[in-house]
């Protein structure tokens, strides 16, 4: 085990990196990368593969010992696989897990699964395939589908279900959702939706959790499962006998930044320390400049420093990202 050397001015252990390999998507989801203009960054811009490995090394050598890869849509960018094996190898992380849209799931379920990633977090908000290309612009849901049948089949495990839960859009459905848990081994995990950046989401009062639970518990009594270290900031229960859990994640009606273990890596390598502020550290610059290591660990030591203690209250448009897909989720 690494010395924990990523401690904040809260105690925080940061020992979780989320890696946005990307900020491109093949989806335009209202609430995360709506269809209104946006600047892309340029190839230039984005860490390359050797660039993420070297920083990622250095993060594990500080303590980290989770990475997760994220974007955009990782498996958008050409050899995330390669990536995800570099990774996996690395002495000292514990864990490596990808969060996907799931559109390109079915052709590289082998090769991530080879890479040694056990875990998935595939995002689906609907089981009408009407309605999935409305939020996401695309009629993809018979391949994301399919991609989540095959992860149980090849023995992920957990594969977890991140569905955003929004009023007036796929609140009619929160139940049938959370019905999957009944049969499949799959964790449906509910989000509340974040107000961040441009959206495209109809307004109106936000759908929060204890709102959501309430509908989700007419299906059956939620039994709780008990929280273990890893399960980040999800509430874990289950139906009786059921093959699966639900999970319940609330950003805004309860956020958790107490428990806060993350940092994240952007795209464009910044070191940010916390998804709704602009606190963050420039990574990328040293590392180009040829530092050495030891300069490159002062920029994640400087960041952990500057980890604020929670997220802003308020959001307000200046606050906030242009867009989620731009930092990961
Ligand atoms: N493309 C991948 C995917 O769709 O899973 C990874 C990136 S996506 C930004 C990561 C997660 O963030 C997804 O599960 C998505 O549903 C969630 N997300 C995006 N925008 C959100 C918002 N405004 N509020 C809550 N969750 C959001």
């Known amino acids: 085990m690494q010395q924990q050397q990523l401690i904040d001015r809260y105690r925080r252990h940061l020992n979780y990196l989320r890696i946005s390999i990307t900020d491109r998507c093949n989806l335009r989801c209202i609430y995360c990368n709506p269809r209104l203009p946006g600047k892309k960054l340029k190839h230039k811009e984005v860490l390359r593969y050797e660039e993420i490995l070297r920083i990622a090394r250095i993060g594990i050598t500080l303590g980290i010992d989770k990475i997760r890869i994220t974007g ?5 960018r050409r050899d995330c ?15 490596i897990s990808l ?16 890479a040694g990633v056990k875990r998935l977090n595939i995002s689906l908000d609907t089981l009408n395939p009407d309605k999935y290309a409305q939020i996401t612009g695309y009629a993809g849901f018979d391949r994301v589908w399919s991609g989540i049948e095959l ?21 009619n459905e929160l139940e049938a959702l959370a019905a999957l848990s ?13 107000p961040i950046g441009k959206m495209a989401a109809p307004g ?11 509908r989700v518990q007419t299906l059956g009594n939620l039994i709780p499962v008990r929280h273990t270290p890893g399960d980040g900031p ?6 009786e006998n059921a093959a699966g859990e639900i999970g319940f994640i609330s950003p805004v009606s309860n956020h958790f930044c107490r428990e806060c ?61 242009e867009q989620m897909v731009s930092i990961g989720g």
Do not use: W
């Open 72 to 76: 955009g849509e990782p498996l958008v």
């Open 81 to 95: 696989c390669g990536l995800l094996e570099k990774l996996a190898a690395i002495k000292g992380l514990r864990d």
């Open 99 to 114: 969060t996907t849209n799931g559109i390109l799931l079915e052709e590289n379920i082998d090769s991530i699964k080879a």
């Open 151 to 171: 992860a149980l089949e090849k023995n992920f495990y957990p594969v977890k279900i991140n569905c955003v839960a929004i009023r007036g859009v796929n609140d």
């Open 182 to 194: 009944l049969t499949y081994p799959l964790h449906i995990r509910f989000i509340e939706l974040m």
């Open 204 to 214: 109106g009062p936000p759908l929060l959790i204890p709102e959501i639970k309430h």
């Open 234 to 239: 999800a509430v874990r229960y289950k139906f």
């Open 261 to 321: 273990n993350r940092l994240r890596l952007t795209a464009d390598g910044h070191i940010l320390t916390c998804l709704l502020s602009d606190i963050a550290e420039d990574i990328k610059t040293p590392l180009r400049l040829g530092l050495l290591d030891a300069d490159l660990k002062a920029v994640f030591l400087k960041a952990v420093a500057r980890k604020p203690f929670q997220h802003p209250e308020h959001l307000t448009p200046l606050s906030q990202p």
